[in-house]
């Protein structure tokens, strides 16, 4: 089984920056894809930014400029560098990432989730 840990997560003002970090472990054979999502109180969980394994990158349109996700596949890391927060950031981020385990079985890994709160 292959685990996913969120960290980073936090309080800060508008404006402010934040990183999260997400550290993959387990049974890896192979990892693809790699993303953050959120999800607001009351809302559907959403895409944020989503990077292959050979570094390509698309982002939901509201982050664009202001985020940037970045994986270290020797470690199994992803990260999300978060610039100029806003209060409607505020969410919950889950990190996901679609694996390969070493019995070759494929399935979709999730995080616990960090909460994110921009607030003055």
């Known amino acids: 089984q292959v685990q996913l840990v969120e960290s980073g997560g936090g309080l800060v003002q508008p404006g402010g920056s934040l990183r999260l970090s997400c550290a993959a472990s387990g049974s890896i054979f192979s990892i693809n894809a790699m993303g953050w999502y959120r999800q607001a109180p009351g809302e559907q969980r959403e895409l944020v930014a989503r990077i292959t394994n050979s570094g390509r990158t698309n982002y939901v349109a509201s982050v664009k400029g202001r985020f940037t996700i970045s994986r270290d596949n020797a470690k199994n890391m992803v990260y999300l560098q978060m610039n100029s927060l806003k209060p409607e950031d505020t969410a919950v981020y889950y990190c996901?990432?679609?694996?390969?385990?070493?019995?070759?079985?494929?399935?979709?890994?999730w995080g616990q989730g960090t909460q994110v709160t921009v607030s003055s």
């Open positions: 996901n990432a679609d694996v390969v385990d070493s019995s070759r079985k494929f399935y979709i890994s």
